[in-house]
């Protein structure tokens, strides 16, 4: 069976395509969002150490979320770190959004993970 690029990509993003369980990638934002919810610059090496310690399936499917959640990612001179935090958003529209994430998280896997 052929798939076209279109389609192989809706396949994926619906969960049933290549790649991590769509249950990761949930897992991965709300860790993502529990991490920068904050509001502040945090430095990629050092999240990428704490992804590691929390036991998250991998970068990649960090980097993904990051994607999905619109990280806002910088770097400020040629020598300097890569840093990402969050969009400028309310502090109730975060508190939501880690909300449906962890509940989804829930229903997903039957058990509350480690953000």
């Known amino acids: 069976m052929k798939l076209s690029a279109d389609e192989a990509l809706a396949a994926e993003q619906e969960g049933d395509g290549p790649g991590r369980p769509a249950v990761e990638r949930e897992e991965a934002k709300a860790w993502l969002l529990a991490q ?3 509001q502040q610059e945090h430095v990629v090496d050092e999240l990428k150490k704490a992804a590691t310690a929390a ?3 991998s970068w990649r499917t960090v ?4 994607t999905e959640l619109r990280v806002i990612k910088a770097k ?3 020598s300097a770190k890569w840093t990402w935090r ?3 958003l309310g502090r ?3 508190a939501t959004k880690s909300e449906e994430l962890s509940n989804s998280t ?3 896997t039957g058990q509350m993970g480690e953000i």
């Open 36 to 38: 920068l919810g904050d």
């Open 55 to 57: 036991g998250l399936c």
């Open 63 to 66: 980097r993904r979320a990051s």
């Open 76 to 78: 400020s001179g040629f």
């Open 86 to 88: 969050l969009p400028k």
């Open 92 to 94: 109730a529209h975060l």
């Open 106 to 108: 829930v229903l997903a």
